[in-house]
């Protein structure tokens, strides 16, 4: 059995959600496993549908998301994230985002617009 890991992205941005939901609801399966599987054809890593049965929607309308990723996919986000000094919520973002041709992940200057200011000196 493969070895999974998680990650945690929050917040997670309800179009996004809303895409994968409805996308997850067509194809037949969950909306974790329909992430996973886009996250590892971007990142070119080998994974198959589990088969499992998907669990219900309706109680997905949250502002985050717990991902249950192959290892080897989880280390490349990972990976992806400290190489380009971007947070892997962002990375994870922009990846379904550009799936379903949705607006990036907003970045100012090379940073993540996270609405929080530095205090001045």
Known sequence: MTEMSTIFVKPFR????????????????????????????????????????????SDLDVGHMLLRLPGELATRIRLHSVERGVPLRVIILRALAAHYALPPEPLVDGRVRSGRRKASA
Request: net charge negative; aromatic share 2%; proline share 7%.
């Open 14 to 57: 309800s179009d996004v959600r809303a895409a994968l939901v409805e996308d997850a609801e067509a194809t037949g399966i969950g909306v974790n496993e329909r992430a996973a599987l886009i996250l590892a054809e971007t990142y070119g890593v080998p994974m198959e549908p589990s088969g499992r049965k998907p669990r219900e929607t």
